[in-house]
Nanobody
Framework: VQLQAFGGGLVQAGGSLRLSCAASGIIFSLNTMNWYRQAPGKQRELVATIALDGTTTYAASVKGRFTISRDNAKHTLFLQMNSLKPEDTGVYYC?????????WGQGTLVTVSS
């Protein structure tokens, strides 16, 4: 199983980034997919979830600014991040969950400057 996240970078506050996560070695459509992030010195936190049926949930801190989506045909997960804030800075990880099985991607760094 491999989850490869990319699309991070340096952006000014108020800007946008789109993260992608390419999955291989799994039946992508049968997995709940998540984006987590870890800010410097803080615990990893759940940012957004997309279920098998496309239902989405968001952390309160990103609701209305971030959009999670998935392309099952291309085995790819996305996170569109708009109106970025310095507090959105961190390493973003994609994560998959199917029953008792889970896997993590390697993370992609997002830095938002004020």
């Amino acid at each position: 199983v491999q989850l490869q996240a990319f699309g991070g970078g340096l952006v000014q506050a108020g800007g946008s980034l789109r993260l992608s996560c390419a999955a291989s070695g799994i039946i992508f459509s049968l997995n709940t997919m998540n984006w987590y992030r870890q800010a410097p010195g803080k615990q990893r936190e759940l940012v957004a979830t997309i279920a098998l049926d496309g239902t989405t949930t968001y952390a309160a801190s990103v609701k209305g600014r971030f959009t999670i989506s998935r392309d099952n045909a291309k085995h790819t997960l996305f996170l569109q991040m708009n109106s970025l804030k310095p507090e959105d800075t961190g390493v973003y990880y994609c994560h998959r969950l199917r029953g008792a099985f889970e896997s993590w991607g390697q993370g992609t760094l997002v830095t938002v400057s004020s």
